[in-house]
C-alpha cells in the first residue's frame, strides 16, 4: 500500500536541543496530520492542518503544511526525554475519502 | 473515560484458530476504522465503516471480517490465523459526516496478536 516518506527514519538528540522532520509525498494531499506514538499506546494526535502554508502549534510543537502540497513539516523546541517515541505524518488527498496515509515515523530519542 | 478501547490488550493463539478484537468508542463518532501496525511500525489501513456502512476495505485476506453492530462498535473477527497475522491491530474513529471527511482519527491503545 502507499506510504508517505518520513526523513530522518530515526534521530539521537541531546536533552534541549531543536528537533525537525519531514513527511514527503507524490501527490498533493490537503490534510496533514502529526501524531506520536509512544511504546505500548496508540498514535496520539498532536497537530492538524487543512490548508496550504498554514503553520500551528501546539506547545512546543510547530507542523507546517508545505506549500506545494506534498510536503509537512514537524519541529520540536527545547527537546525534554518524554519527546522520546514514534511521530508519524498522515496525508489525506481529495475529497469524499475517509482514508489517511500514514508515514514511516520518525524514531527520536532524546539523551539527558 | 477511553474514547476508543479495544479489548483484548494482548492476543496470544495457535495458528489455525479464529478469534475476534472488539473496539468501542464513546465520541459520538461516526467513522470508525481498523489498522494493522507490523513490526517496522508501519501503520496500513484495513477497513473502515462509516454508521455501520463499509467504505474502506483494503486488500485484506477475506479471513479478516469485520463487523460494526452500531456506530459505536466494530469489531474484527479473523479465521484460521496464521504466523504473518502476528501484528498490533488499532481501532481508531473519526468524526466523518459529509464535509467533515478530513477530521483527525483518535486511536485506542492497540491489540498485540501473537501467532505461536
Known amino acids: 500500500g502507499q506510504q508517505l516518506n518520513q526523513s530522518p527514519q530515526s534521530m539521537f538528540i541531546q536533552e534541549g536541543e531543536d528537533v525537525s522532520m519531514n513527511c514527503t509525498s507524490s501527490s498533493i494531499f490537503n490534510t496533514w496530520l502529526w501524531y506520536k506514538q509512544d511504546p505500548g499506546e496508540g498514535p496520539v494526535l498532536l497537530i492538524a492542518?487543512?490548508?496550504?502554508?498554514e503553520l500551528t502549534s501546539n506547545g512546543r510543537l510547530t507542523a507546517q503544511f508545505g506549500i506545494t502540497r506534498k510536503d509537512s513539516f514537524l519541529n520540536i523546541s527545547a527537546s525534554i526525554p518524554s519527546d522520546v517515541g514514534i511521530y508519524f505524518c498522515a496525508g489525506r488527498s481529495g475529497s469524499g475519502t475517509y482514508k489517511y496515509i500514514f508515514g514511516t515515523g520518525t524514531r527520536l530519542k532524546v539523551l539527558a | 473515560d477511553t474514547a476508543v478501547s479495544q479489548t483484548p490488550k494482548y492476543l496470544v493463539t495457535q495458528m489455525g484458530n479464529d478469534k475476534s478484537i472488539k473496539c468501542e468508542q464513546n465520541?459520538?463518532?461516526?467513522?470508525m476504522y481498523w489498522y494493522k501496525q507490523d513490526s517496522k511500525k508501519f501503520l496500513k489501513i484495513m477497513f473502515s465503516y462509516n454508521n455501520k456502512e463499509l467504505i474502506i476495505n483494503e486488500t485484506v485476506p477475506n479471513r479478516f471480517s469485520p463487523k460494526s453492530p452500531d456506530k459505536a462498535h466494530l469489531n474484527l473477527h479473523i479465521n484460521s490465523l496464521e504466523l504473518g497475522d502476528s501484528a498490533v491491530y488499532f481501532c481508531a474513529s473519526s468524526q466523518g459526516d459529509r464535509g467533515l471527511f478530513n477530521q483527525p482519527q483518535h486511536f485506542g491503545d492497540g491489540t498485540r496478536l501473537s501467532i505461536l
Open positions: 492542518l487543512y490548508k496550504a502554508g
Open positions: 465520541l459520538g463518532h461516526d467513522t
